[in-house]
């Protein structure tokens, strides 16, 4: 498949809808209709060579994927609009995790999704959400959104403040269930409760901590001292694990990471993990395998 068509495939078949609000000069307030327009504006850095071992890979945060709008900052950590590396499609059902950075005032205009779960993990500022069900919310640090797009919805997200920064973690999950009636699930949690522990945000249960999703997927967020170590085990044979750390240098089955690296594990029962530093971190558990 070449580059275009695999951009057209990627972006219009897989829940993924370039719009002019989006990703032009950015909106502010205003979403515009959804129109599906060819990829502009992404610069990026050339594709780099991912270390891949014989069960783990490790992503360099400078080997990110890098967008700069202006307005609209991002690191693409795997394979999105016109970052494209054939080594860094996914991992697993996890095929996106972006690192935004959104001006004050500004945002992403009213576009579709389908058959994709997103998760919104806000790290500073404030970002306001409404959506084609009728959701109008805004969610802070410590709050934890999910949507399953299923059989489509439209949706904005606008950085509600005209003087700060908004920075958040924009995730998608493929589902275990296409076509699912459309929803939405926003948590707020503690966030002391992640302090030299690793506290559930996301599970597949809706009577689990966190929020849930169509995915035999778990999230945890921790945020660690310098030299506190902790096991994570496995919650599913044959699923595996990946780390993106936030902040500070944390080992992770004896691999050194630091800020903003990513490391996924798979055919392993257990992660030993030690901060090096004190450091945050999540931890994203997902099956291997694509249905």
């Given at each position: 498949m070449d580059r275009k068509d695999f951009l057209k495939k990627g972006l219009l078949g897989t829940g993924m809808l370039v719009t002019a609000s989006a990703l032009g000069n950015g909106t502010a307030k205003e979403s515009e209709a959804a129109k599906a327009i060819e990829p502009i504006g992404f610069n990026h850095i050339p594709n780099t060579n991912s270390t891949i071992m014989a069960n783990t890979v490790l992503h360099k945060a400078d080997t990110r994927g890098h967008a700069n709008h202006g307005w609209?900052?991002?690191?693409h950590s795997f394979s999105f609009a016109n970052y494209y590396n054939p080594e860094r499609m996914h991992f697993g059902v996890l095929?996106?995790?972006?690192?935004?950075?959104?001006d004050p005032g500004m945002g992403f205009g009213k576009h579709p999704h389908d058959n994709m779960e997103i998760i919104s993990i806000p790290l500073e500022g404030d970002l306001e959400h409404k959506d084609s069900m009728g959701n109008?919310?805004?969610i802070r640090k410590g709050d934890v959104q999910a949507m399953s797009a299923g059989t489509g919805i439209f949706h904005s997200e606008y950085n509600k403040n005209t003087d700060k920064l908004t920075k958040f973690l924009q995730i998608w999950i493929f589902p275990n269930k296409k076509n699912v009636t459309p929803r939405y699930d926003q948590i707020t949690l503690d966030i002391k409760d992640r302090h030299n522990k690793l506290q559930q945000i996301l599970s597949p249960n809706p009577d689990d901590a966190g929020v849930w999703i169509h995915q035999d997927a778990w999230f945890h967020l921790a945020d660690f001292d310098k030299d506190f170590t902790a096991d994570y085990k496995i919650k599913k044979q044959g699923n595996g694990v990946y780390a993106f750390i936030l902040s500070g240098d944390v080992e992770i089955n004896g691999?050194?990471?630091n800020t903003r690296d990513g490391l996924g594990i798979w055919d392993v029962d257990s992660l030993h993990i030690k901060a090096t530093t004190d450091a945050e971190f999540l931890l994203m558990e997902v099956p291997m395998t694509v249905n």
């Open positions: 609209l900052d991002s690191h095929r996106v995790l972006n690192d935004d950075r959104v109008t919310t805004v691999t050194a990471l």
